[in-house]
């Protein structure tokens, strides 16, 4: 798995090793950013794999990442929840950080909604604040998508204009301002300096991660259906706040986080 595509036989087997313990099956993936894993107590753990359990998954080296795979259940609604992801910064491949949304894919996922915590890059945003994500800039270099399928996929969007809208629509009615901006990803996991903030907001950007669009870039490839969602959690540059700062403050801010994708899942569904 040293490239972009994962094999065909690792996926299948890891789906498979999933599937015999689920006792349902779940149209929407739910991944969690940083400190984020707050949003997993609105579902009821059904089943928890920690990832080094399932053959062929990455496992999370980064704090604020507990590294599982959450099969949640709330009333009808069920969903699959990476409780953690894996990062490039961490030595891991394309095809291995994207593994677990084609394992998602195997095992009849549609729609993801795919969170991180991020650093503010635009004025408009502060810290504790929701974007939603219209938009990314890929400066990761490594992200490219397999594009083996033709050109009709160039033209779709990265992220789905029916889960964007709806999440408007579900923000303002539960009372969360919920802003629009574009990410810009880097690999990391050095924060940006003031140079690149600079040249971040020049590009078009309003936050900065160092995750989600490989991700998203592998979702577009397999025809699913993304909404993505930032937790602003200081402004960038960072200074002197390191990573435990930034997940601390995460995990303070997570609940209007859980309280949005837990309606919006719910509409989904």
Not at 158 to 186: F, H, P
Request: overall charge positive; some cysteine.
């Amino acid at each position: 798995m040293a490239g972009f595509q994962p094999s065909e036989a690792e996926v299948k087997s890891a789906a498979g090793y999933i599937r015999r313990s689920v006792p349902f099956r779940a149209r929407l993936g739910i991944i969690l950013g940083s400190g984020l894993g707050g949003v997993r107590e609105a579902f009821r753990t059904v089943r928890a794999f920690p990832y080094g359990e399932i053959p062929h998954f990455p496992v999370s080296s980064v704090p604020g990442h507990m590294g599982r795979l959450i099969l949640g259940s709330r009333g009808k609604l069920k969903a699959f929840i990476m409780d953690g992801r894996v990062h490039l910064y961490e030595g891991y491949s394309f095809g291995k950080v994207t593994f677990p949304v084609h394992v998602l894919r195997e095992l009849g996922v549609s729609a993801m909604i795919i969170t991180n915590a991020s650093g503010g890059v635009s004025p408009k945003l502060k810290p504790g604040d929701l974007m939603l994500i219209e938009d990314h800039v890929d400066l990761m270099w490594k992200g490219v998508p397999d594009m083996s399928d033709g050109p009709q996929s160039w033209h779709r969007p990265y992220y789905s204009r029916r889960l964007s809208d709806l999440a408007d629509e579900v923000a303002i009615r539960v009372g969360i301002n919920l802003k629009r901006g574009v990410l810009v990803a880097s690999t990391g996991p050095s924060y940006e300096s003031r140079a690149e903030v600079e040249f971040a907001r020049k590009i078009g950007a309003d936050a900065a991660t160092m995750s989600t669009v490989p991700e998203v870039t592998v979702c577009h490839r397999l025809g699913m259906a993304v909404l993505g969602l930032s937790l602003i959690t200081n402004l960038a540059p960072a200074g002197g706040s390191g990573h435990d700062e930034v997940v601390q403050a995460a995990r303070k801010g997570s609940k209007d986080l859980q309280k949005l994708i837990l309606e919006i899942a719910r509409a989904i569904h």
